[in-house]
């Protein structure tokens, strides 16, 4: 699976865009940034068509771009779990209003729960529900590439912040816990922001995970 990390927006959202291959110019998005910016770039330059755009969360800094890939991939097929849904309709849920945006998406093509696969472009992926930044907070896990993207739930030597609405930090530590550090060592972490790790590392370092918290 060739993995396309692209930084956008003045949150620094990481986006990711995955093909199958190098060659295969359908592809994956996980996540649409706070806008297209630098996203649109690399598929128009690279020529690559978006079928799917999986939403981890339902914040502005992730969402903010879905109506752009929408006009510019009419078929796109937009997923976000069931219990984040209502953000995509609510500025103040998804936090737009406080950067002055008042954003507002569509609703979603399908809503996700825990253990739903999603198959397109030769990719598969595997929902895992890890709330606690929201109600409906996911990650993605390709078992075949050894690989997660954590959206807000785990970053590098931290998590994702609780202390929005409908945040919850025992239930975020719980379910990296349970979910995320359950994987091998060697999974490789692709968080919504920052650098990637592994499951490895944040299981010895990350300060968040010690067995006190």
């Avoid at 796109?76 to 309709?89: G, T």
């Amino acid at each position: 699976m060739e993995i396309r990390c692209i930084t956008v927006g003045s949150f620094d959202s990481n986006c990711y865009v995955l093909s199958a291959a190098q060659s295969v110019k359908e592809c994956v998005i996980i996540d649409a940034g706070l806008d297209l910016g630098a996203l649109a770039d690399v598929l128009l330059q690279q020529r690559l068509t978006a079928v799917a755009l999986v939403l981890t969360h339902g914040h502005v800094d992730h969402i903010g771009g879905v109506e752009g890939l929408r006009r510019a991939f009419p078929p796109i097929h937009v997923s976000i779990h069931r219990f984040d849904q209502e953000m995509l309709a609510s500025a103040e849920q998804n936090l737009s209003h406080l950067a002055g945006r008042n954003l507002t998406v569509g609703q979603a093509d399908t809503l996700l729960e825990e253990g739903d696969p999603i198959e397109a472009a030769g990719i598969r992926l595997e929902v895992l529900h890890t709330p606690g930044h929201t109600p409906g907070g996911i990650s993605l896990l390709s078992r075949a590439e050894g690989a997660v993207f954590t959206g807000d739930a785990l970053f590098a030597e931290s998590i994702g912040r609780t202390d929005f609405p409908g945040g919850d930090h025992r239930q975020l530590v719980s379910a990296i816990r349970n979910k995320l550090l359950a994987l091998p060592d060697e999974t490789r972490v692709y968080p919504g922001h920052g650098p990637s790790t592994t499951i490895g590392w944040e299981r010895r370092h990350n300060p968040y995970l010690r067995s006190n918290c």
